[in-house]
């Protein structure tokens, strides 16, 4: 259903008209299956797809949780033409990325309404044949804004990075500095993690670095060390636990157990 002629990447994928065209067809033709009680577009493209690269990402619920496997194979015969579905087992549910041969991703989860939950800001119901998927949405953004269950996770990841700090420190001294440059990009994550926390911006998926702090961002890229050798290694992992402070102290979060940071004095 779904075939385009191959093209060359660096080239024009597909069109911004195409784009629309085939998320259309694709929530109409879905909203005729039986097993489907709601169909709801998540992520950026909600309001407006940022560039011709993104993709289109869709939840599909059904009636009931048996019908969900119904719906895997009826997706199979509606993209026919994919050039490559590859599925991830959920724990009441499926993923499925569906790659097009223009190029275009769908991103789509296959779930019963009862196990509906959202993790993006950004969503729109396409398909609700009993009201109950609304519902169902409504109420798992208010299970997700438990704030104490949150501030729980921030102490967690505060050791997580000062414990991931400590371990990059012995890996310098022992020169593995590949795995330093890995454990570097684990704290980067949770810095950006916890800045979109501050910033208040939706943390779920978060690709779009450019639109953060312009200051946070240049102690960010000055994390990056320019050759492998333990000085440089050694400036990058303090400026790493400096950027952490600031942003600790800037936010007014709670103040750090000082015998927490003694264990960075190796």
């Known amino acids: 259903m779904f075939g385009f002629r191959a093209r060359l990447w660096g080239e024009f994928m597909y069109t911004e008209k195409e784009r629309a065209k085939l998320l259309i067809q694709a929530?109409?033709?879905?909203?005729?299956?039986?097993?489907?009680?709601?169909?709801?577009?998540?992520?950026?493209?909600?309001?407006?797809f940022p560039d011709e690269y993104s993709d289109i990402d869709l939840i599909l619920s059904t009636f009931l949780p048996e019908q969900v496997p119904m719906l895997r194979v009826r997706l199979d015969k509606l993209f026919n033409d994919a050039l490559y579905i590859r599925q991830k087992e959920l724990p009441q549910g499926m993923f499925l990325y569906v790659f097009l041969r223009n190029g275009l991703e769908f991103d789509v989860v296959l779930l019963?309404?009862?196990?509906?939950?959202?993790?993006?800001?950004?969503?729109?119901?396409?398909?609700d044949?009993?009201?109950?998927?609304?519902?169902?949405?409504?109420?798992?953004?208010?299970?997700?804004m438990d704030q104490q269950t949150f501030r729980d996770?921030?102490?967690?990841?505060?050791?997580?990075?000062?414990?991931?700090?400590?371990?990059?420190?012995?890996?310098?001294?022992?020169?593995?500095?590949?795995?330093?440059?890995?454990?570097?990009?684990?704290?980067r994550d949770k810095l950006v993690r916890l800045e979109c926390y501050y910033e208040k911006k939706e943390q779920h998926q978060f690709k779009d670095y450019r639109t953060l702090d312009r200051d946070f961002l240049f102690r960010l890229q000055a994390t990056y060390p320019r050759e492998f050798a333990r000085q440089p290694m050694l400036v990058c992992t303090q400026r790493l636990l400096q950027l952490f402070l600031k942003q600790h102290s800037d936010n007014n979060m709670w103040e750090i157990d000082s015998r927490m940071l003694d264990i960075l004095k190796i």
């Open 129 to 144: 044949k009993t009201g109950k998927v609304l519902n169902r949405m409504h109420n798992s953004q208010l299970e997700g």
């Open 153 to 187: 996770t921030l102490l967690e990841w505060e050791f997580e990075i000062i414990y991931a700090l400590r371990g990059i420190l012995f890996e310098i001294q022992r020169e593995n500095f590949l795995y330093v440059l890995s454990r570097m990009e684990f704290v």
């Open 27 to 48: 929530a109409t033709v879905i909203s005729t299956y039986p097993e489907i009680e709601g169909i709801v577009q998540v992520g950026s493209g909600v309001e407006k």
């Open 112 to 127: 019963p309404t009862e196990a509906l939950q959202v993790r993006s800001a950004q969503w729109k119901i396409l398909t």
